[in-house]
């Protein structure tokens, strides 16, 4: 059997102290990039493997990092999630750190599972998503003191929040859509969203509504709300188009949505209806970007989620290492992603 590999082996071979392979596993914040990869790659070459049972006792941290999974709903918009744990996953790694999935049904549920984790596997931190109104999750680990940041505004208190946060602005987003639609020729352009008290939802609607005023146009009737379905798009974008058949564009809050209004729009009982501009084909603009939106050539807005996850990471790490001097939250701004649809 060929000799186990040791941290000595490892700085040997890397020409650096054993102190510095340490900090590039342990505290990789604190090595230059140069000397982290030049480590990192022996590491590999070598097969050194760390031993976590030892590290725990030796640090008193787990480096896992806790997220928890969401059933797939309509097979639409579950992959925006895939997209952001994958980009956690790898940010993580790259920061020595592991990410621990969990289920939960509910908050409530969701708290429990956090107890049962921290006496179980003794995670470092916590990233929370899907953040509300009062969340009580986040008011849970603040109590006990457990570092987290959430993928989510805490919606309601933004301006005096004790926790940092990651998140992309869907006002800008929705915003920029209307422009794009406005620029191409619409002036009735009506919203698909859920309803109101939904933080992103609400967010997402505001970006539309203000964009409009500020072209002088009154969204007033041009908006409608609804649960997150294929089936509801299609019937809210219908319930719209009869209402208002000036209506020649749809702004949606996420592209389950816009696929319904995609099925609504290219409906022979509907495409007459444009009668103030019948040049214009009934235009639709999704969110999220998910691989449906591609597949079907619908325009959507794409979330930064690679750099939402390394920024989540970052503000964790930093906070796990008492290197997290203030709450300063991240922003980031979604792009267009311009398709046939519109």
Known sequence: MADKVTIADVARVAGVSRQTVSNVLNTPDVVREETRRRVLDVVGE???????????????????????????????????????????????????????????????????????????????????????????????????????????RPWGEESEARHPWVDVDGAAGTAA????????????????????????????????????????????????????????????????????????????????????????????????RVDTRPDLPIAVIGFDDTPVAKAVGLTSLSQPLKEAAASCVSLLARALDGTQTSQAPVLLEPSLVVRQSA
């Open 46 to 152: 070598l097969g050194y493997r760390v031993n976590q049972a030892a590290r725990q006792m030796r640090t008193g941290r787990s480096r896992l990092i806790a997220i928890r999974i969401d059933p797939d709903r309509d097979g639409i918009n579950g992959s925006v999630l895939d997209r952001f744990l994958h980009g956690l996953t790898d940010s993580a790694a790259r920061s020595g750190y592991r990410v621990l999935l969990y289920t939960a049904d509910d908050d409530r549920t969701e708290i429990a599972t956090f107890e049962d984790l921290l006496g179980a596997y003794e995670p470092d931190g916590f990233v929370l998503t899907g953040t509300h109104h009062q969340d009580p999750r986040a008011s849970w680990l603040l109590g006990k003191g457990v570092p987290f940041v959430t993928f989510g």
């Open 177 to 272: 859509a209307t422009r794009h639609l406005l620029d191409a020729g619409h002036s009735r352009i009506g919203f698909l969203g859920w309803p109101t008290g939904s933080g992103v939802g609400d967010d997402r609607r505001e970006g539309w509504a203000r964009t409009l005023a500020e072209a002088g146009i009154d969204p007033s009737g041009l908006s409608r709300a609804t649960s997150d379905a294929v089936a509801d798009g299609e019937a809210a974008a219908r319930d719209l188009i009869d209402s208002d058949p000036g209506v020649t564009a749809l702004v949606c809050v996420s592209d389950s949505l816009a696929v319904g209004g995609l099925h609504a729009a290219r409906s022979p009982g509907l495409a007459w």
